[in-house]
């Protein structure tokens, strides 16, 4: 019995290579050539060198007798594998019985009919927005989610166009009646209107009578009412003498002016009082130039009024690192606002504004 032993090979890198000394590997796609010989090959490449995108590109020509192939390595036609992964071919000397191994591209070739047009590339579209290239891949790859969610936007920006239209037509069609500058002076006067009501007291527009337009309870609710009520007896057991040392003192003259001429008993006088108490802390607060969380404890005033005051006419600012109220000139004209709507229902709907422009030691413009 004898044994025999195959022959054996070694394999030699042939170094670097460069895209030129690529082999060739060919897929015919209607079938098998069976005879490879006759077969005339011709490699084209791309004459633009020096585009790194185009520079390897190629396409490979087959010839034959009766029919001719061609494949390339770029567009749709070419094989995604050449740019998923590598291909080698090995060529085996015989006689050293080494083989070397060199880097291949595979072509798909394709019969070329004669009289049929060959498909062009058809080049990017350059106008598509990021957006319209996303919805083209959302039509062509999308799940049923994104594609309804996509053809939800369509029509809701379908709808948006043509609300956009009739908007634009009504506002030209209003325009065109009314005139432009008066237009803008009714702008002007809603700003107004709108700046204005931030500093107002709730307004009651159904309001039946006068003394409900700025309702009481929008001023002073039932709770802080009844918390007035010990700081209301003081001011109403001040003396003559001492009303009379808060005038000379540069006291807050509207409201001494209420504690002259209080009601002699009952609740009208008690309302009086406590309401005179309530608007000298808005004098006084008027008059501050920088504010403490102390503000009011020297006249005993309730906490839930101080906190009141400091929440609805205060601002808060920060500094250094610490935060502290302010009274903005905004806040001064809310501030004068309430005093004013105060004094209407101290005063039966009438009101000295002589003595708050006084008190609050405001502008008259203001």
Do not use: W
Not at 116 to 144: C, H, W
Not at 208 to 218: A, G, I, L, R, S
Not at 266 to 287: D, H, I, N, P, V
Not at 321 to 345: D, E, I, P
């Amino acid at each position: 019995m004898t044994t025999t032993m195959a022959t054996s090979c070694s394999l030699v890198c042939c170094g670097e290579e460069q895209e030129l000394d690529k082999a060739v590997i060919v897929r015919f796609s209607n079938g098998s050539v069976k005879n490879a010989e006759k077969l005339d090959f011709t490699t084209f490449k791309n004459a633009d060198e020096s585009n790194p995108r185009k520079k390897s590109r190629r396409i490979l020509v087959a010839e034959s007798d009766r029919l001719s192939y061609v494949g390339n390595n770029f567009g749709t036609g070419s094989l995604k594998c050449n740019s998923l992964c590598k291909y080698f071919v090995g060529v085996l000397d015989k006689q050293t019985m080494q083989m070397e191994i060199h880097s291949a591209q595979l072509f798909n070739m394709q019969p070329l009919i004669p009289g049929e047009a060959i498909e062009m590339e058809k080049p990017q579209d350059t106008t598509q927005t990021y957006r319209d290239k996303v919805d083209s891949l959302v039509e062509a790859f999308g799940t049923n989610k994104q594609k309804r969610a996509l053809s939800s936007r369509r029509l809701n920006q379908v709808g948006s166009d043509t609300l956009h239209q009739a908007v634009a037509k009504a506002a030209n069609t209003v325009i065109d009646q009314k005139g432009l500058e008066a237009l803008q002076q009714e702008v002007a006067d809603t700003d107004s209107q709108a700046e204005l009501a931030l500093h107002l007291p709730p307004c009651n527009t159904d309001a039946d009578k006068p003394e409900n337009v700025y309702q009481f309870d929008d001023l002073l609710s039932p709770v802080e009412f009844g918390a007035l009520e010990q700081a209301g007896s003081k001011m109403a057991a001040l003396t003559p003498e001492e009303l009379q040392k808060k005038k000379d003192d540069g006291g807050c003259l509207s409201v001494v002016k209420h504690l002259e001429h209080m009601p002699s008993e009952g609740a009208a006088r008690e309302k009086t009082a406590r309401c005179a108490f309530y608007l000298s802390m808005l004098l006084q607060l008027a008059r501050q130039k920088s504010i403490t969380r102390k503000f009011g404890q020297e006249e005993d005033c309730p906490r839930i009024i101080q906190s009141k005051l400091l929440k609805t006419f205060t601002v808060d600012t920060f500094n250094n690192g610490r935060v502290q109220n302010k009274l903005s000139a905004s806040m001064r004209a809310k501030l004068a606002a309430y005093c004013l709507a105060l004094l209407l229902h101290m005063g039966h709907m009438t009101a000295d504004l002589t003595l708050l422009h006084r008190d609050l030691g405001i502008t008259e413009a203001r």
